[in-house]
Structures are given as C-alpha cells and as structure tokens.
C-alpha cells in the first residue's frame, strides 16, 4: 500500500485554498474519492464553484456553517451559533478519518478554527492520530501552530512578496 501523507498549506499569502483544490483534482483524476470540508468561508464559493463543474470528478463538498458571512464578521451570538456548527464539521472529520471514507481529505482554513480556539489542540492531535497511512490529509490556513508539526509530513507555506521597486 502506498503510503499517504498529512500536508499543511499555510501561511499569509493567497492561493492556499487553490493549491488544495488542485490537489484535490489532481487525486479524483487518479481514482480517489475526495472529500472536501471548509471552514470560516461564509457563502464564497470561489475555487468550488470550477470543482462542482468538473462531472467526471469523485469530489464532496461539505459546510457546516449557515451564515452567509464569513465568522469574523459575524455578531458574537452569530459566532457562538457558529462555532457550534464548526464543532460538528469537526466531528464529521473524525468520522471520515476513523472510517476512512474517502482517499484524499482536505480540511480547508482548519487552522483559522483551531487559531479562533474554537477546536482544543488535543481534539486535532487526536484526530489526525486516527489516520492509518490509507488516506492523504490536508490542512489549510494562515497561521500554524508550532504543535501541530510533528503530527504532518510536510508544510508547504505561502508567503506574498513585493518584488517591484515602487520608489
């Protein structure tokens, strides 16, 4: 059996969600069931909205959040709502992982939640510990905590810069 990897996509610069996609495509074109979870996203639809157009692909989509706003733009009682929404895209993870329902998952701006606090350290340790090599795993987002390293093969990470002289 080929051995699968966990991948974090992190980092400040923009394309994060794009190079998952692209992953995502580049597996369904393989034979992988695929399935996709986003998180703080609102209603944008950006990269998925080309995914959902491709028929030939074995691509799932999942949101658990009900606003159409993105979380940080959300009343605090829209947020507690919410979070409670994001637990449960969470849980629906583990399930995945645990029963190892797809080849290829993407948990797009997890690493928002887990910054947010609205996930412990020891749920995401214990649920990326349920991964038996079957299956690939990607994380996204911005910021990425030192802890979460020694549970992923590898990093990749964005970064923007400014190659022209504007002086």
Request: charged share 30%.
């Amino acid at each position: 059996m080929e051995k699968k990897l966990t991948e974090i996509i992190c980092g400040s610069g923009r394309g994060k969600t794009a190079m998952a996609m692209g992953k995502s495509i580049q597996a369904s074109l393989t034979g992988k069931s695929v399935i996709i979870i986003q998180f703080l996203k609102g209603s944008e639809r950006g990269e998925l909205s080309i995914l959902e157009k491709l028929d030939d692909l074995d691509v799932k989509f999942f949101r658990f959040e009900k606003q159409e706003t993105i979380f940080s733009e959300l009343s605090e009682q829209e947020q507690a709502e919410e979070k409670i929404n994001i637990v449960n895209g969470i849980n629906f993870a583990r399930k995945v992982i645990a029963t190892r329902e797809c080849d290829f998952l993407v948990l797009d701006e997890i690493l928002g939640v887990i910054d947010m606090g609205i996930v412990t350290k020891e749920l995401v340790t214990d649920m990326l510990s349920q991964r038996d090599g079957s299956m690939e795993i990607i994380l996204t987002g911005m910021t990425l905590p030192d802890w979460i390293v020694e549970h992923v093969d590898i990093v990749t990470e964005v970064r923007t810069s400014c190659l022209i002289d504007h002086r």
